[in-house]
């Protein structure tokens, strides 16, 4: 299949598509593979459900939950009834834009593939959003419609009343409401005729998870949900129907929608759908429901090591799989939870732009402490400041392409995400001579001290060795003499006393553990970090809080 678009569009309101960034401003997206040879005309929800129902597998368990079960034949009515209630109550027409905002619930799974299966676009946020981050995601979407957990409608109504453009907002999982999104789809038939996109029709808006700053909104099309299914769950995971899926990651966030719905759903297998996906209720679902694959993020698994150490935590005997996402793994949490369980985690790195993993640690040849290498499909290299190749061993910018990648709505950004077709992550990295990459934080992470270049992540994990460092977040301080310093933020373990003493015995500590240049010269106690609602550390926020103290004082001099 061509990445061209010439296939005629099923959008009516084409708001979205003519806000993609100008064609030379994409990426390269090769669809060079058989397993992505699609049809021209398609429909992401059509592709996830029928042919499971064609199988005859309706009675068949498809997602749980704390409420009960849903079998395929469930999910299959539910979002039928939801997109007839959409287009013909509601007036949905192909490009019109939703807005979906809960914890994740078999509810939400239905109204994502219901917006879909109509010609909606889904515009995904994380159910912790506050009023302020919800108006610049409805400012930027100009969302037509909201379906939303009763649990979280306050912040969203908020929003709703501080932005110019009016719209619907319909309320699911409200316990006994006569005009929940449950009740108004009761009496409805099961029946609805998938509107026949185009493969290349923008299906989902996710944003960015503000990591470096102001979110910004990326585009992805129908075949592109499908690409990332039919790319690495095969050839990293071996993902047959006879798997069940857990996890934490919100299905708002890339990580999350891949694990926990679309990789399980192309796969005929099952989810486990947890709205408070506490470390202990993870490990809870993977006893109770026998879950074989697990996706969360590293320090989701930093915690559920502490507990399995601690004694008494539910048997994780089921698990196959462990896969890691969302900000590094380091060393020190592989081996630990190797240790407790006999299991690896399967590194991974991606990105929102790039919609899921495009680096992955391969199941039969893990190098730890290394990401991994390229997922069939995509390839990837390590690039200077110049954009040039940068020989093995070299730290420089990470590069990828392949089917899916970097398409920015209306946004001045796309031309420093995409380069000569690549699309530059803004991770620093390099590469081993075995194809390896190993992940070196982001780039602007990278500590320049004294001419030396120091990665924060090296000394993160020396940190976490510590048995009084719960977290922590290394970044570069400016220093008059030394050009810039590493300086540690710390979160220390419950009961645990700050201090002058315990900084430099923790200084020492990293000097016995990695080269002495290398130490964190300066270190703060934090009750907490500043997370995104996907829970990475916004370091930026730590950067900059720096330099404008440095400013500062300057300036008072």
């Given amino acids: 299949m061509t990445t061209s678009m010439h296939v005629p569009s099923a959008h009516v309101d084409t708001f979205a598509r ?48 704390a409420t009960g079960t849903w079998s395929w034949g469930d999910l299959a009515a539910t979002v039928d009834r939801i997109a ?15 807005l979906l905002r809960g914890p994740n619930t078999p509810m939400l799974a239905a109204c994502w593939l219901a917006v879909a299966k109509a ?43 501080s932005v110019r453009q009016g719209f619907p907002v319909l309320a699911f999982n409200a316990a006994n ?8 789809i009761a009496g409805r038939p099961a029946g609805f005729a998938a509107v026949d996109t185009a493969a290349d029709d ?47 990651p919100s299905i708002a966030f890339a990580y999350g929608l891949g694990g926990l719905m679309l990789f399980p759903l192309r796969a005929g297998a099952c989810s486990v759908l947890i ?4 470390p202990e209720g993870v490990l809870q679902a993977i006893a109770r429901h026998k879950g074989t694959v697990c996706f969360t993020v590293p320090t989701v698994y930093r915690s559920m090591s502490a507990l399995i150490a601690a004694g008494g935590a539910p048997d994780t005997g089921s698990l196959r799989a462990c896969v890691s996402a969302g900000e590094p793994l380091t060393p020190s949490t592989f081996d630990d939870w190797k240790r407790l369980t006999g299991l690896p985690i399967l590194d991974t790195l991606g990105t929102t732009e790039l919609l899921n993993a495009v680096l992955a640690s391969p199941p039969d040849a893990i190098r730890p402490g290394a990401t991994g290498k390229p997922v069939p499909g995509y390839e990837a290299t390590v690039l200077d400041e110049w954009g040039e190749p940068l020989p093995p061993g070299q730290v420089g910018r990470l590069a990828v392409r392949g089917p899916t990648g970097c398409r920015y709505l209306d946004d001045p950004r796309q031309e ?35 001419g030396y270049k120091i990665a924060g992540m090296e000394i993160e994990d020396a940190l976490l060795q510590h048995p009084l460092v719960e977290e922590c977040a290394v970044i570069a301080a400016p220093d008059p003499i030394r050009g810039a310093v590493p300086k540690a933020f710390l979160v220390l373990r419950p009961g645990t006393r700050s201090g002058p003493e315990l900084a430099r ?31 990475k550390i916004q370091r930026f926020k730590l950067r900059q809080r720096e330099w404008q103290d440095a400013d500062t004082s300057a300036a008072a001099e």
């Fill in 18 to 65: 003519d806000r993609l960034p100008p064609r030379d401003q994409w990426p390269d997206l090769p669809f060079d593979r058989p397993e992505l040879d699609y049809p021209e005309r398609l429909n992401v929800t059509s592709a996830l459900l029928d042919p499971w129902l064609a199988r005859g597998w309706a009675p068949r368990p498809c997602l749980i939950a």
């Fill in 84 to 98: 007839g209630l959409l287009v013909e109550e509601h007036g949905l027409v192909p490009g019109n834009r939703v």
């Fill in 119 to 161: 010609g909606g676009i889904v515009v995904a946020t994380m159910p912790l959003l506050r009023a302020a981050e919800l108006t610049h995601i409805l400012e930027k979407a100009e969302v037509d419609l909201a379906l939303c957990d009763a649990r979280f409608l306050e912040d969203l109504s908020g929003a709703r009343a």
């Fill in 177 to 184: 409401a006569t005009d929940s999104l449950e009740a108004r």
């Fill in 202 to 248: 923008i299906c989902l808006i996710a944003f960015t998870s503000g990591t470096t700053g102001r979110p910004k909104a990326t585009a992805h099309f129908h075949r592109d949900m499908l690409a990332v299914a039919d790319l690495s769950p095969r050839s990293q995971l071996g993902v047959t129907p006879d798997d069940v899926f857990c996890g934490s």
């Fill in 275 to 278: 709205d408070r996906p506490t």
């Fill in 416 to 450: 420093g995400y995409v380069v000569r077709g690549w699309n530059i992550t803004g991770d620093a990295c390099h590469m081993d001579e075995d194809g390896y990459f190993w992940h070196h934080g982001r780039v602007d992470d990278l500590i320049v001290s004294a």
């Fill in 505 to 535: 015995e923790i200084q020492d500590h990293v000097k016995a553990l990695i080269a002495p240049f290398k130490y964190p010269r300066r270190i703060e106690f934090l009750e907490q970090l500043p997370r995104t609602e996907t829970g």
